[in-house]
């Protein structure tokens, strides 16, 4: 098995639309030597398998439709997936099926030796289509998404994600796993060259982004309380204390019934605060790394 072989990366394919985007995704992980699969619930996979012919497609026993009225995998689900399609793979990952990646050999030995032992976070670059990506030329300046479209690691750090709410296709899971991996003591990184490209479209939520958000700050009160009556100093204490009792108080009054306009203002302002410190918080604390190849027209 060669390096790139062992890297196992898992996705959910979208029948029925934007094929070529999602082929030319595809193919450009396989070309790396990555192996393939995408998780799609079950009244999906014919269509997926006759339009994706070179991809193992698998059937998913749960997803999030209830929640968001899409068929989605969970984040949790797409890592075990990865790691049950390669059973020998040192890294296993996910990535959103629309992101084409270039830098070939070099991103996969990157993500080989580093990701075997750390969580390696994946940002993109945002291009006008689908044919910019092969005309791509790195200037230095490149402007990165704030938040990111795949994940890689070894498989032992699933192993203590908890079970979750979090979702492809929807917000804040790119915040929420590098917290839950910060908050055990593993690390994290993120690479800091442009080898992920994405062709830009308008980003469309609902007011389910509410739900997502709510279940990041939960399950990090969670642990954060769990780890307080483990040991930490009175100040970390007095910290932890505070946050959970301001931010019950905040989301309780926003979503009472019958709650004002300036109750649901103030949490969607608690939020956007909360926001810009997570963002800072894991730009800070995962140290880059760079492709040697990707600031190369001919990566």
Not at 15 to 29: F, K, V
Not at 156 to 169: K, S
């Amino acid at each position: 098995m060669t390096k790139m072989e062992s890297i196992s990366v898992a996705t959910s394919l979208a029948p029925g639309r934007d094929i070529e985007l999602q082929r030319t995704a595809i193919e450009s992980w396989q070309r790396i030597g990555f192996t393939v699969s995408s998780l799609n619930d079950p009244r999906e996979v014919p269509e997926v398998k006759r339009q994706f012919p070179g991809v193992a497609v698998m059937s998913a026993t749960r997803t999030a439709e209830k929640a968001t009225g899409k068929p989605l995998p969970y984040v949790v689900d797409l890592l075990r997936t990865a790691a049950a399609h390669n059973k020998t793979a040192s890294v296993v990952g996910f990535m959103n099926a629309d992101i084409i990646l270039r830098s070939g050999p070099a991103l996969g030995q990157v993500l080989a030796s580093t990701a075997a032992h750390a969580a390696v976070l994946l940002p993109r670059v945002d291009i006008p289509d689908i044919k910019s990506a092969g005309l791509f030329v790195p200037t230095g300046s490149e402007k990165y998404s704030v938040g990111y479209d795949g994940v890689f690691m070894p498989p032992r750090m699933i192993e203590n994600l908890p079970e979750n709410i979090f979702c492809i296709g929807m917000p804040f899971w790119d915040y929420w796993l590098p917290l839950m991996l910060a908050l055990q003591g593993l690390d994290v990184k993120t690479i800091a060259s442009p080898v992920a490209l994405h062709v830009h479209h308008e980003t469309r939520w609902d007011q389910s982004i509410y739900l997502f958000f709510h279940a990041l700050m939960s399950d990090v009160l969670k642990v954060t309380a769990a780890q307080k009556l483990k040991s930490t100093t009175p100040a970390l204490e007095i910290m932890i204390d505070m946050m959970q009792h301001s931010y019950e108080d905040i989301f309780k009054r926003a979503t009472q019934t019958g709650a004002d306009t300036a109750s649901i203002d103030s949490l969607a302002s608690y939020y956007d605060r909360i926001q810009e410190v997570v963002v800072h918080h894991i730009k800070a604390k995962a140290q880059p790394l760079k492709v040697p190849e990707a600031a190369s027209h001919t990566s």
